[in-house]
T-cell receptor, first 114, second 114 residues
């Protein structure tokens, strides 16, 4: 079955710096890659997603890149702010079999120091 | 538009008991998935229901079961509770179009088994 590895598990940056989180997946049939942000005590919320027919997607300070050949995708946050502090999860999914199953990485705890 | 609602928010149960958790999806969403979140394992997929049918199932023992009703509301049941079942149980709903779409999470039910 699908396996998603996420690194690093913790990341500490200074306000204004960039943060990069990397994930690798194992199932070549995966074609949807969302990123979720979970603040302490709150529900995971989608921040950006990318499909396998796209190599890069950007939304303001957040960008995601996908390398299908290497089976890895990354989240880039620029000009980090203290409110970016949270746990970030990457996930992979395939439409084969017609299912919404998401396989998540174990998460990255991002701390942005003022 | 109301979000995904999970009840109850907190539960304390004794080993050996059973428990039922409820999830009301966003209106119009027919796909409901359940995830177990623990500090060590992250978010792990339990199962997904679509139009009252289980479409996919994760690697959990048969003590974990679920169902979906005609109004898309879903319940999950855990029988013969074990200490290791203590976790945050999250449900997510989505608008299935044949392509994976954003999964909206509920606030979760925090289950503690003593």
């Amino acid at each position: 079955g699908e396996n998603v590895e996420q690194h690093p598990s913790t990341l500490s940056v200074q306000e204004g710096d960039s943060a990069v989180i990397k994930c690798t997946y194992s199932d070549s049939a995966s074609n949807y890659f969302p990123w979720y942000k979970q603040e302490l005590g709150k529900r995971p919320q989608l921040i950006i997603d990318i499909r396998s027919n796209v190599g890069e997607k950007k939304d303001q300070r957040i960008a995601v890149t996908l390398n299908k050949t290497a089976k890895h995708f990354s989240l880039h946050i620029t000009e980090t702010q203290p409110e970016d502090s949270a746990v970030y999860f990457c996930a992979a999914s395939s439409t084969q079999g017609g299912s919404e199953k998401l396989v998540f990485g174990k998460g990255t705890k991002l701390t942005v120091n003022p | 538009k109301a979000g995904v609602t999970q009840t109850p928010r907190y539960l304390i149960k004794t080993r050996g008991q059973q428990v039922t958790l409820s999830c009301s999806p966003i209106s119009g969403h027919r796909s409901v998935s359940w995830y177990q979140q623990t500090p060590g394992q992250g978010l792990q997929f339990l199962f997904e229901y679509f139009s009252e049918t289980q479409r996919n199932k994760g690697n959990f023992p048969g003590r974990f079961s679920g169902r979906q009703f005609s109004n898309s509301r879903s319940e999950m049941n855990v029988s013969t509770l074990e200490l290791g079942d203590s976790a945050l149980y999250l449900c997510a709903s989505s608008w299935w179009t044949g392509l994976n779409t954003e999964a909206f999470f509920g606030q979760g039910t925090r289950l503690t088994v003593v």
